[in-house]
């Protein structure tokens, strides 16, 4: 099937950093979420985007919605402790895919 | 509080022992959805739903069944559970489909031994 390949895999950084991942899929889609997981729980929408070349904010957050409508980009500013956790892109209307996650760890 | 509610969190069965996880939402949505994820592979769609009496197949339907009877439930059922189906399960729901993004609800982690 479809795959969303999601880079880093893992990360570790000190607190205050920024932070950027990115999604990528060998097929045009017409929307890209984030999600993010905390541990023991289920996945919660951070952001969604709707058009190619789209920034879209949510307090620290700001996705990007790639121009080649295959890839995604996430930047956290200024990480604080409780941005630990994995994040997820993913894609679909009812068929969904998600992306393979990239967990962070954000030493104090 | 708009929820979707899964139970159980925790179970640990047998193989080949029947079980049905259950799932139900508080929001009126229609679309419907269930998950599993295990490390490394992320998470895995099993079957979806988009409305009452309406489910199809994701990309993991084999040893699953799901029904949508009612709009606010959509349980998952193991008919005959083996050990490579030990995983942390996720259902999840949405007013519009995946692109509006779904709620999910806290998982249930299941072990079949």
């Known amino acids: 099937g479809q795959q969303l390949n999601q880079s880093p895999q893992s990360m570790f950084i000190q607190e205050g950093e920024d932070v950027s991942m990115n999604c990528t899929s060998s097929?045009?889609?017409?929307?890209w979420l984030w999600y993010k997981q905390d541990p023991g729980e289920g996945p919660v929408l951070l952001i969604a985007?709707?058009?190619?070349?789209e920034l879209t904010s949510n307090g620290r957050l700001t996705a990007q919605f790639g121009i080649t409508r295959k890839d995604s980009f996430l930047n956290i500013s200024a990480s604080i402790p409780s941005d630990v956790g994995i994040y997820f892109c993913?894609?679909?209307?009812?068929?969904?895919?998600f992306g393979t996650g990239t967990r962070l760890k954000v030493l104090a | 509080e708009a929820q979707v509610t899964q139970n159980p969190r925790y179970l640990i069965t047998v193989t080949g022992k029947k079980l049905t996880v259950t799932c139900s939402q508080n929001m009126n949505h229609e679309y419907m959805s269930w998950y599993r994820q295990d490390p490394g592979l992320g998470l895995r769609q099993i079957y979806y739903s988009m409305n009452v009496e309406v489910t199809d197949k994701g990309d993991v339907p084999e040893g699953y069944k799901v029904s949508r009877k009612e709009k606010r439930n959509f349980p998952l059922i193991l008919e005959s559970p083996s050990p490579n189906q030990t995983s942390l399960y996720f259902c999840?729901?949405?007013?519009?489909?995946?692109?509006?993004?779904?709620?999910f609800g806290s998982g249930t982690r299941l072990t079949v031994v």
């Open positions: 097929s045009i889609f017409n929307t």
């Open positions: 985007l709707y058009k190619a070349g």
């Open positions: 993913a894609v679909g209307t009812y068929k969904y895919i």
């Open positions: 999840a729901s949405s007013l519009g489909g995946g692109e509006y993004g779904y709620t």
